[in-house]
């Protein structure tokens, strides 16, 4: 049986996602699981969902005699990969982080570098809803005290419209947010 066979089994069986499999030159075998996404309910990965599948794949891998020198499963993280149309269904109106295969090739109104690859932006469907898109802007982030003049324009919003097919990488991008640093809201 083939690893990733073994692996999606035994996963899906516990009731899990598997996200990602990764095999390291150094025998590591690195296994990420997330909960099945139903709409309305977002659970989280602990310590001990990580512990109950690493112990029933090191019985699946035994068994057929798959060789590793050290197991490690673990949640997606706050940088989780985006992979498949129910991860960017999931996480529509996130802030996410996608590199393309090839470069745009036209700029937008000489607004976009025509070069550019990486984008950080919002995800969300495009005009026809059955595509997807990305919006950013490129003007950076006002800091918390940071005074902001009444009469600057804001640079316009960019979007981009993609395809699956059309990625090289797509993950969530990775937001921190400290308790009481956040900028104080204005009336």
């Not at 996602?17 to 025998?27: F, K, M, Q, W």
């Not at 950080?120 to 997807?132: C, I, K, P, S, Y």
Request: hydrophobic share 35%; glycine share 8%; charged share 25%.
């Amino acid at each position: 049986m083939a690893l990733q066979q073994i692996v999606q089994e035994t996963v899906t069986g516990l009731g899990y996602d598997l996200v990602d499999i990764d095999r390291t030159a150094g025998g590591l075998l690195r296994i990420t699981i997330d909960w099945p996404w139903q709409p309305g309910s977002e659970l989280f990965i602990n310590v001990e969902d990580c512990e109950k599948v690493n112990r029933q794949l090191q019985f699946a891998l035994e068994v057929d005699g798959v060789t590793y020198n050290r197991l490690e499963v673990s949640s997606p993280g706050i940088d989780r990969p985006l992979r498949h149309a129910q991860d960017f269904e999931r996480f529509v109106g996130s802030l996410i982080d996608i590199t393309l295969k090839l470069p745009m090739g036209t700029d937008a109104a000489g607004m976009v570098n025509p070069s550019r690859k990486k984008f950080r932006g919002t995800l969300e469907r495009d005009a026809t809803g059955q595509g997807w898109q990305i919006v950013w802007s490129d003007e950076p982030p006002v800091k918390p005290g940071q005074k902001v003049s009444k009469k600057r324009v804001p640079l316009p919003l960019n979007a981009l419209g993609f395809t699956l097919e059309e990625l090289r990488e797509a993950r969530l991008a990775p937001v921190v947010d400290f308790k009481g640093r956040k900028p104080k809201e204005t009336a």
